[in-house]
């Protein structure tokens, strides 16, 4: 069986400050990880992904994850945070066998000016 | 651009309503998926289909059923709506399991339904 968690629910950080989103998970299997974006009021759009490889994987806006196996943890990190990246924050896992994917509760991150 | 489109992105019913809601792909995915977003809930998976008139209960499809008779649309069916259905529902596809999922999921924008 799969599980994610995401540690914290809230996060308020000044902008410009930087800023980390934990995520762990569990897992028997081999997984894919995620993480995904949520602007107010819309759907989900996919953040950044590790699938294999380089375990440190980057995002066109700055943001970047850290997959750490011994320690089961994809946390999201950002050196210096924009107001424009309020948003709630969810991690996922896909095992590499089978359909369906496994969810984070979600981390709402306020950037305040 | 590949799409998941939600039909519907404000929807208001009454109690006792039968309501649907429609999703469509145009990605030739295998697999649909519809949640239910609650906040501090997360994501709640409602149904999946991973195949044509394929479909298999998630956490919590009481209330719900769904229907899939064509690959690329995938409806949500609240028999009778009740007030704890008000919720945001997304729709999500992805290819089939193993390295092709590793795609991700595409979300719909969702569908925020509120049930007076």
């Known amino acids: 069986a799969q599980s994610v968690t995401q540690l914290d629910s809230q996060v308020p950080v000044f902008e410009e400050a930087p800023v980390e989103l934990r995520c762990n998970y569990s897992?028997?299997?081999?997984?894919?990880l995620f993480w995904y974006v949520q602007y107010p009021n819309q759907g989900l759009q996919l953040l950044l992904k590790?699938?294999?490889?380089?375990?440190l994987v980057e995002s066109i806006n700055g943001f970047e994850a850290e997959f750490n196996k011994s320690q089961t943890s994809f946390h999201l990190r950002k050196p210096s945070v924009h107001i424009s990246d309020t948003a709630e924050y969810f991690c996922?896992?896909?095992?590499?066998?089978?359909?369906?994917?496994?969810f984070g509760t979600g981390t709402s991150l306020t950037v305040i000016p | 651009d590949v799409k998941v489109t939600q039909s519907s992105r404000y929807l208001v019913k009454r109690t006792g309503e039968k309501v649907f809601l429609e999703c469509v792909q145009d990605?030739?995915?295998?697999?649909m998926f519809w949640y239910r977003q609650d906040p501090g809930l997360g994501l709640r998976l409602i149904y999946f289909?991973?195949?044509?008139?394929?479909?298999e209960k998630g956490d919590i499809p009481e209330g719900y059923s769904v229907s899939r008779e064509k690959k690329e649309r995938f409806s949500l069916i609240l028999e009778s709506a009740s007030t704890n259905q008000t919720s945001m529902y997304l729709c999500?596809?992805?290819?089939?399991?193993?390295?092709?999922?590793?795609?991700?999921?595409?979300f719909g924008s969702g569908t925020r339904l509120t049930v007076v």
């Open positions: 999500a596809s992805s290819s089939l399991g193993g390295r092709a999922s590793s795609g991700g999921y595409t």
């Open positions: 897992s028997s299997v081999s997984v894919y």
């Open positions: 590790y699938l294999s490889g380089s375990t």
């Open positions: 996922a896992v896909a095992p590499n066998t089978g359909n369906q994917f496994y």
């Open positions: 990605m030739d995915h295998e697999n």
């Open positions: 289909s991973y195949d044509v008139k394929m479909k």
